[in-house]
Nanobody, 117 residues
Framework: QVQLVESGGGLVQAGGSLRLSCVVS????????MGWYRQAPGKQRELVAL???????TDSDSVKGRFTISRDNAKNTVYLQMNSLKPEDTAVYYC???????????WGQGTQVTVTS
């Protein structure tokens, strides 16, 4: 089993910044994909950004240039630095962990990010 614990959400004004962290523990894999999805009220969960254990990154066009994903493999931790936040970034942000093949997947409990105008 794998456990994901997120932190760093909160309330911020438009234009502000937040940094999310997610610590992964348990039976982790040497190669994996970690990242973030988000779900706004009344909307489907959507990809924010993913990063492989080798450092390859996939991110959504909606956050390019504003959000930066990174990871510390020694600490089994993934980060999401969010700058220039907009009200439309308001959502519950979920940490995500999977095997390279995608056959094993885990989700965190979610952390709320609220951006006020």
């Amino acid at each position: 089993q794998v456990q994901l614990v997120e932190s760093g959400g909160g309330l911020v004004q438009a234009g502000g910044s937040l940094r999310l962290s997610c610590v992964v523990s348990g039976s982790t894999l040497s190669t994996n994909v970690m990242g973030w999805y988000r779900q706004a009220p009344g909307k489907q969960r959507e990809l924010v950004a993913l990063i492989t254990s080798g450092g390859g990154i996939t991110d959504s066009d909606s956050v390019k240039g504003r959000f930066t994903i990174s990871r510390d493999n020694a600490k089994n931790t993934v980060y999401l630095q969010m700058n220039s936040l907009k009200p439309e970034d308001t959502a519950v942000y979920y940490c995500y962990y999977r095997s390279i093949s995608g056959s094993i997947r885990y989700w965190g409990q979610g952390t709320q990010v609220t951006v006020t105008s």
